[in-house]
């Protein structure tokens, strides 16, 4: 009996590919999480949320609790508050320069929230979120919503 030479076809090679590239993505999705020990941990982070009016900044309180995503199952609590008017960066074209003016009625309004967040070589995560300097994140309390930046965090 004549031994059969086995040929590789172009149908061959691409699933072998598509083997290779999914054990790749999980490798490098999957290990990384199975591998790294997550430390939990509290931390205080401060959001700034940017030309609110008067009414907002007096809604938000020490001791409020915060939803601080959209899937409401990520949270902490109001450590502290301060606002200062809102400034805006003005041309004046008569001489040619740029000065900062208040926006009358409007506030910047900094929350300091209280939240435990997972450590990891990667990120700080409150459940879902990652809590970064310059990240979008919302906060949202009982009678008040909106959107600010994360500008400082303190572990």
């Known amino acids: 009996m004549a031994e059969k030479k086995m040929r590789f076809t172009v149908i061959d090679v691409l699933i072998i590919l598509v083997v290779l590239v999914a054990g790749a993505v999980l490798a490098v999705k999957v290990l990384p999480s199975l591998m790294n020990n997550l430390e939990k941990e509290k931390i205080d982070f401060t959001v700034l949320i940017q030309r609110q009016d008067e009414s907002f900044a007096d ?8 939803t601080i995503s959209l899937t409401e199952k990520d949270g902490g609590v109001v450590k502290a508050v301060s606002a200062e008017p809102a400034m805006t960066l003005a041309y004046n074209s ?3 320069t740029y000065a900062n003016k208040v926006i009358e009625g409007k506030y910047d309004v900094y929350v300091t929230i209280e939240a435990e967040v997972e450590i990891s070589d990667l990120a700080l995560k409150a459940g879902g979120t990652a809590v970064k300097v310059g990240a979008d994140i919302p906060v949202r309390g009982k009678g008040y919503a909106s959107n600010g930046y994360v500008i400082e965090i303190n572990d």
Not at 59 to 66: E, L, N
């Open 94 to 96: 008569i001489d040619g």
């Open 59 to 66: 809604a938000v309180t020490v001791g409020d609790d915060v």
